[in-house]
Structures are given as structure tokens and as C-alpha cells.
């Protein structure tokens, strides 16, 4: 060790530089082996990383580097926009029934940075800027980290509040697979709030934070690691549930036949006009080969989230030329690129990318049959 060096601090930077390269956490032993100094001492030195939160623990003891550590990172307001622009591509341009937010983290409290007001006359309003309640929904998804009273918070994946005038669903952003840095809440007037609404809220809310963390770089979404989070037992999905993931942003895994037989699938990207599923294929695409003669095919589209939603469809495809009377996509195969980059990148991908439709043709598929499930077979007690 150099001779400049205070050796407990160069210790405590060790073992947070040990933990920063182990994503999933590392169990009190397994740092023993790193740590060349007294037991005794390297638990004093987790209590005290732990007590500034720069470490967390897990429901499995395992330790993690703790929110502390984002405030020292120089590009928190590029995070900041970046989650804010994040937000904006999923929610905008859906219809939304009730008022959604996106807050973070705050010395005053949580904050809301972003908004899209419901659809309704009747609606909760949130201004950019305000700081929400610690007893907020938002504000619980924030602390359960470091709470041990919101254990049914992290099992959940979710929070919810409420008060005499608004129940608030909220569930974490996670850019980092796991520790929530950004939380997307969504708010009911409590006359609204049935057991139904709420349910599909539950839903609702899940869906957009996990596509957020997609989009700004998770690889999954397990909010703080939880093995915890529940599945349901399999049901029908609602006919709402439906309508939204055929009109969301989730891609769909189209599944048909080759020229010898051999199963071939492939993720597209699609727009579903309430009649047909509509598709573009690029110049030399295989797919669009396979299913020239109307041949049958199948999507899916699922969340790879709790509770596992998804929806099966089955029929038959057709190409259909852009001039064709049949092709009411509306600006022909163009139209439905740009609008598929805009639901899909965001805003600008729809001028930036897709000034061309040379080579590209539409395929229609008529669906004969639609299923919605979600959740697992119950296990027989």
C-alpha cells in the first residue's frame, strides 16, 4: 500500500469497488476473501457504508452498492432528461384514463418531473416541481430499499397510497436492472378507484416503468433483485388488457412456415387497426417470403414481466400492395414505418430514419383468433 494512503479508507474503497463490479450483491463471506484486514473491522466499515447508505442490504443479507452513489455522479441532469424524454416515448399518445407521473429522487422529497394529465374532467393534477408527501406511493417505491417496514412493497414490485381524495399506484424505474432511481406513479380519484380499476392499474403502472427501464438500459426489470414478486395463477385477460398490449409498445414474435416446412419466427415490430394487424417488411425479408400465399401464421405478444401478460393471435397473412384499394394503412407502407419508429424509438426516429420506403411492402394479417392470459397454473394444493 502506498505510504499517502489512510488504510481504512483505502479498505472501504475496496470493498465498494467489489461490490460495484457484482451487480447482484455479495454475501458478507464472500467479501472476507478481498477484505485483507480483521473481521471485526469490516463489519464496522459495512456499518457504517450501510448507515450513509452507500451499501444495501438484500432480503438475503447480500450486500449492494446503495443510492448514495448516484449522488456523486456528474451527469444527473442528463439522467434526469434522458428519463424524462424515457417517460414521454411510452406515455404519450396513449389515451390515458387516469393522471400519470414521473418523479425522483429529492432532498425534499420525491419530484415530479414530468406529467400527462388523464383524459377525464374529473382528475388528479400534479405540477412539474411539486415535492410529494413522504407518505406517498412514490415516496415508499423510493425508501423500501432501506425500509424493513415496506417489505410488502418490494415483494409487490409496487406501492399503493391513498388518501381522502387519491389513490396512487407507483412502481420503480430501474435503469440498472434492479435499485429504482426514477418512479412512475399513477393516480385515481378515489371514486373511481374499484377493485377492478386498481387491478388493471397495478398492471398498467408495471408496464410502463419496465418499458422505461428498457429504454434507458436495463436488461430486465426485477425491482431491488426480488425473487419475491408475484406471479399470479393463470386467468383470462380482460378485453382492456387486450386492446392494450395490441395497441402498446411491446414488439410481437410473429411464428410461421418455411418453403420445406421448418418453423420460422421472427420479432417484428406491428400496428393493430382493431381489424387487422399490419406489418412492414424490409427489402429481402425471409418472412414476407414464407407467408406470400396466405399462409397461416401466429403472434404473440407478451410482457416479460409480472404478471407474464400476453396475448396469442392466430390467421392468415397477405401481402398487400401500397396502391392496393385493400391497403387503408393509413399513408401506405411509409405512413406505417414512421409511425411504427415513433411508437417504437420515439418521436424523432419517425423523421430521422424513415424517409424512404424503397423495397419495403405491407403484409396484413387478419386475426381469426385472439387469447389473452396472464399469470401461471396454479399449483394443485
Not at 8 to 14: P, S
Request: charged share 25%.
Amino acid at each position: 500500500m502506498p505510504t499517502n494512503e489512510v488504510p481504512a479508507v483505502a479498505r472501504a474503497l475496496r470493498l465498494m469497488e467489489t461490490l460495484a463490479a457484482a451487480p447482484h450483491g455479495l454475501a458478507a463471506g464472500e467479501l472476507e476473501q478481498v477484505d485483507d484486514g480483521s473481521r471485526s473491522g469490516m463489519y464496522a466499515l459495512l456499518s457504517t457504508l450501510r448507515s450513509r447508505e452507500w451499501l444495501v442490504q438484500d432480503d438475503q443479507g447480500r450486500y449492494l452498492v446503495g443510492p448514495a452513489i448516484r449522488r456523486l455522479v456528474p451527469d444527473a441532469d442528463d439522467d434526469e432528461a434522458t428519463a424524462v424524454d424515457a417517460f414521454h416515448a411510452v406515455v404519450d399518445g396513449d389515451d390515458q384514463d387516469e393522471t400519470v407521473i414521473l418523479a425522483v429522487p429529492d432532498v425534499d422529497g420525491p419530484r415530479v418531473v414530468a406529467r400527462v394529465l388523464a383524459d377525464r374532467v374529473v382528475h388528479a393534477s400534479f405540477r412539474v416541481g411539486d415535492h410529494l408527501a413522504p407518505t406517498s406511493a412514490t415516496a415508499m417505491v423510493l425508501d423500501a430499499e432501506l425500509d424493513p417496514t415496506l417489505d410488502e412493497v418490494r415483494a409487490a414490485g409496487l406501492a399503493v397510497a391513498s388518501d381522502d381524495d387519491v389513490v396512487e399506484v407507483a412502481a420503480p424505474v430501474c435503469r440498472d436492472d434492479h435499485h429504482p432511481d426514477a418512479v412512475v406513479g399513477i393516480a385515481i380519484p378515489r371514486q373511481r378507484a374499484t377493485p377492478a380499476v386498481l387491478e388493471a392499474t397495478r398492471d398498467h403502472a408495471r408496464a410502463v416503468a419496465a418499458d422505461m427501464s428498457r429504454r434507458l438500459g436495463a436488461s430486465t426489470w426485477r425491482p431491488w433483485g426480488a425473487e419475491t414478486t408475484p406471479i399470479g395463477a393463470a386467468r383470462e385477460l380482460r378485453g382492456s388488457e387486450v386492446h392494450d398490449l395490441m395497441t402498446g409498445r411491446l414488439g410481437a414474435q410473429l411464428a410461421c412456415l418455411t418453403d420445406s416446412g421448418t418453423p420460422h419466427v421472427v420479432p417484428l415490430w406491428f400496428e393493430y387497426d382493431g381489424d387487422h394487424v399490419w406489418l412492414a417488411a424490409s427489402p429481402g425479408s425471409s418472412w414476407a417470403r414464407y407467408v406470400a400465399d396466405g399462409a397461416p401464421v401466429s403472434l404473440t405478444i407478451e410482457e416479460p414481466w409480472p404478471n407474464l401478460r400476453r396475448v396469442f393471435i392466430q390467421g392468415h397473412a397477405r401481402p398487400v400492395a401500397d396502391d392496393d384499394p385493400a391497403a387503408t394503412v393509413d399513408g401506405g407502407v411509409l405512413g406505417l414505418r414512421r409511425r411504427l419508429a415513433q411508437r417504437y424509438l420515439g418521436p424523432a426516429a419517425a423523421t430521422d430514419h424513415m424517409a424512404s420506403s424503397e423495397g419495403w411492402s405491407l403484409v396484413s394479417v387478419t386475426p381469426e383468433r385472439i387469447i389473452g392470459r396472464a399469470g401461471l397454473q396454479a399449483v394443485a394444493s
